[in-house]
């Protein structure tokens, strides 16, 4: 699995858009990004994958660079239920998860 | 998320006791993993099932025995643990084992004493 980079720590105010971004620089062809966050004392969630093209749900955003290179999360509206870790993990299989972004959203 | 279940949610244990977590998921699944999430370490995979056949393991101590009985449940059962073992154990579960999102139980909260 292709190694990935985020932010330690990340604010933002609630009701404003959180972006979250990654960089899987190593990426191989056939790996997709996905995207989990972890709320403290559950079990990771999953929020949403994609291989080349952009993606949209009902929780997020994802853009996807054109070179697969990098990555961002979109959090359109940020709740303070969304203060979380957020992992991007770049995987055909299994998940190798980091350290992740701890963000933080304020009221 | 209420598609995978873990029992108990907490579990003491002294270092001689014998106990079993348990999984299940309710989401029509057929590959099935367990997780290991230490105190400020990233989660680390232990074992994955696929169609109740386990196809990993990633170095886990013996004192550590997983069973997949059928594709919707899946247990770990503990021996002889050490108290580097408290830890919180995952379960997830995934339509195949390729490039498939994962849906993650809220785990259970062991400690050794």
């Known amino acids: 699995d292709a190694k990935t980079t985020q932010p330690t720590s990340m604010d933002c105010a609630e009701g404003r858009a959180a972006n979250l971004p990654c960089n899987h620089s190593?990426?191989?062809?056939?790996?997709?990004v996905y995207w989990y966050r972890q709320i403290h004392s559950q079990g990771p969630q999953y929020i949403i994958h994609g291989l080349k093209n952009n993606e949209t749900n009902e929780m997020a955003s994802l853009i996807i660079t054109e070179d697969r290179k990098s990555s961002t999360l979109i959090l359109p509206h940020a709740t303070l239920r969304d203060t979380a870790v957020y992992y991007c993990?770049?995987?055909?299989?299994?998940?190798?998860f980091g350290k992740g972004t701890k963000l933080s959203v304020k009221p | 998320e209420t598609g995978v279940t873990q029992t108990p949610r907490h579990l003491v244990m002294g270092m001689t006791n014998k106990k079993s977590l348990k999984c299940e998921q309710h989401?029509?699944?057929?590959?099935m993993y367990w997780y290991k999430q230490s105190a400020k370490k990233p989660l680390e995979l232990m074992f994955v099932y696929s169609l109740e056949e386990r196809v990993e393991n990633n170095s886990v101590p013996s004192r550590f025995s997983p069973e997949c009985p059928n594709s919707s449940h899946l247990f770990l059962h503990l021996h002889t643990l050490q108290p580097e073992d408290s830890a919180l154990y995952l379960c997830a579960s995934s339509q195949g084992t390729y490039n498939q999102p994962q849906h993650f139980g809220d785990g259970t909260r062991l400690s050794i004493l």
């Open positions: 993990i770049a995987s055909q299989g299994n998940l190798i």
């Open positions: 190593t990426i191989s062809g056939n790996e997709y």
């Open positions: 989401l029509g699944h057929n590959a």
